[in-house]
């Protein structure tokens, strides 16, 4: 059974910067591909951002390319998103995907989820 944990939401200013960090687990895993999915209210779950489990072959939604910067972790299956220069737009439950490849991540193909984690921007 896979098991994707989030940690790092929470509330902040427009401009100011969170960290998200996702952990895998189980034995499903292996090398996958690992990403980002968002639903704010009201809008439709939408794709963040997808890497691949060496750390190559980022891909960002156009949303927020050249804000956030996706990375894998030092321990196995583990995705960092750096948020930076938030604006309200970007409140939303952020959500970890893992799947075969980063493609499948990015084409929301078979993936495992996580629970979700709150992100609010405001002023």
């Known amino acids: 059974q896979v098991q994707l944990v989030e940690s790092g939401g929470g509330s902040v200013q427009p401009g100011d910067s969170l960290r998200l960090s996702c952990v895998g687990s189980?034995?499903?895993?292996?090398?996958?591909?690992m990403g980002w999915f968002r639903q704010a209210p009201g809008k439709p779950h939408e794709f963040v951002a997808a890497?691949?489990?060496?750390?190559?072959?980022?891909q960002y939604s156009r949303a927020v390319g050249g804000r956030f910067t996706i990375s894998t972790g030092s321990a196995e299956n583990t995705v960092i998103l750096q948020m930076n220069n938030l604006s309200t737009e970007d409140t939303a439950v952020y959500y970890c995907?893992?799947?075969?490849?980063?493609?499948?991540?990015?084409?929301?193909?078979?993936?495992?989820w996580g629970q979700g984690i709150q992100v609010t921007v405001s002023s």
């Open positions: 995907a893992a799947g075969k490849t980063v493609a499948d991540v990015r084409n929301n193909v078979t993936l495992y």
């Open positions: 890497i691949a489990w060496h750390g190559y072959g980022a």
């Open positions: 189980g034995r499903a895993l292996s090398r996958p591909g």
